[in-house]
């Protein structure tokens, strides 16, 4: 179980909601706009984890982190845009620090080791009217070694499979934390430190866009975080949404 005294004592500036098993956090946040800033919600497991672009996120109890942060932010689409990136950054530094692997980032947001997928993260935005009223950030990280289902076998993998380092899951979720806090403050570090850990720098990715594949070389990303492209024609193209593969088929 999550210690979630240590996660008061090293965050006071949050809140913790600990749940055992519930669908899915995100969804469980969504239905408590109510709650305060800051709010974060922990299950042990998920029966119906989100991911992206419609896929599941599978969550076996107790294995790994399934949280999801309440964030009131200011209307203003870059702040949104970065704050995922500096999510996912958060949880690259904390897994460093806490089990002295270094995973890349596949943009915009999931971390991998050795082309596995360790981690992804689900922004959510709700809007009342044009204004945006709250944001929901989604982290999935697998932590201890699990028993993967056929479907997710050749591209999903836990930090443990790559760290001999054992450590309770709330010291890194106090670690993300804490980096979160410090990244949020200091916006532009933030930037220089993922452009150094995204991957596929100078390769040749399939992109998915908007139900259409292209190819395209990246080449880093802009002040926002959006995905900087050389297209087959030879043009720079800055991308806001899409699903970036090495291969030439969707993974997650
Ligand atoms: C992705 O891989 O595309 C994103 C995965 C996000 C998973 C997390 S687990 C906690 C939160 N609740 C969900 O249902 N999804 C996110």
Redesign the pocket.
């Known amino acids: 179980m999550i210690d979630v005294r240590v996660l008061k004592k090293l965050c006071p500036t949050y809140s913790f909601l600990h749940l055992d098993t519930i669908?899915?956090?995100?969804?469980y946040l969504k239905s408590r706009l109510d709650l305060f800033e800051k709010t974060i919600v922990i299950?042990e497991g998920?029966t119906?984890?989100?991911?992206?672009?419609g896929?599941s996120?599978y969550?076996p109890k107790g294995c790994g982190i399934?949280?999801?942060l309440l964030i009131k932010p200011q209307n203003d689409p870059n702040t949104i845009f970065d704050l995922t990136g500096i999510t996912a950054l958060s949880a690259l530094k904390a897994i460093q620090t806490v089990y002295g692997i270094t995973p890349s980032i596949k943009w915009l947001?999931?971390l991998m080791v050795q082309d596995q997928?360790i981690a992804?993260?689900?922004c959510e935005s709700l809007f009342f009217g044009s204004q945006i009223k709250a944001m929901i950030i989604?982290?999935?990280i697998n932590v201890h070694t699990f028993e993967r289902p056929a479907e997710i076998a050749s591209v999903a993998a836990s930090i443990e499979d790559f760290s001999p380092i054992k450590k309770p899951r709330s010291i890194l979720i106090a670690k993300f934390l804490n980096f979160f806090d410090e990244f949020l403050a200091a916006p532009d570090k933030a930037l220089g430190d993922y452009r150094k850990q995204l991957a596929y720098v100078n390769q040749k990715v399939y992109i998915h866009q908007a139900g259409q594949i292209s190819t395209g070389i990246i080449r880093g990303i802009d002040d926002h975080f959006h995905l900087l492209i050389e297209n087959e024609h030879g043009q720079q193209e800055s991308l806001v949404s899409a699903e970036i593969s090495i291969r030439p088929w969707i993974q997650?």
């Open positions: 669908d899915s956090t995100n969804e299950a998920q119906q984890g989100k991911g992206r672009n896929r996120f969550s399934y949280m999801s947001n999931d997928k992804g993260i689900l989604g982290i999935g997650s």
